[in-house]
């Protein structure tokens, strides 16, 4: 079992900037991809970005050119720089990383708790 720790979220005006980070623990033998998800309440979740373990990334559109995430392979650790915040980036942003526990077992997925981003205009 692989457990996710998110902190930096909070509230910030329109503008400003924040960081996240996301710490994985646990039985870990490798982790494959990490990523942020977000979710306001009555949608569907959605991928805000995502880095594979080489550092390739991808982000969703409406994200690109103002957040960054990266990561520490060392510490299992996935950080989301997020700048010129928007009113509707406010969400829950959630943690995600695809890991494996043993050599020969299979991927699987892990959530972090979430954390709150909220966004004044």
């Known amino acids: 079992q692989v457990q996710l720790v998110e902190s930096g979220g909070g509230l910030v005006q329109a503008g400003g900037s924040l960081r996240l980070s996301c710490a994985a623990s646990?039985?870990?033998?490798?982790?494959?991809?990490m990523g942020w998800y977000r979710q306001v309440p009555g949608k569907e979740r959605e991928l805000v970005a995502r880095i594979a373990n080489g550092g390739t990334t991808n982000y969703a559109d409406f994200v690109k050119g103002r957040f960054t995430i990266s990561r520490d392979n060392a510490k299992n650790t996935v950080y989301l720089q997020m700048n010129s915040l928007k009113p509707e980036d406010t969400a829950v942003y959630y943690c995600?990383?695809?890991?494996?526990?043993?050599?020969?077992?299979?991927?699987?997925?892990?959530w972090g708790q979430g954390t709150q981003v909220t966004v004044s205009s």
């Open positions: 646990g039985s870990i033998f490798s982790i494959n991809a």
């Open positions: 995600n990383a695809a890991y494996r526990a043993h050599m020969l077992s299979s991927l699987r997925d892990s």
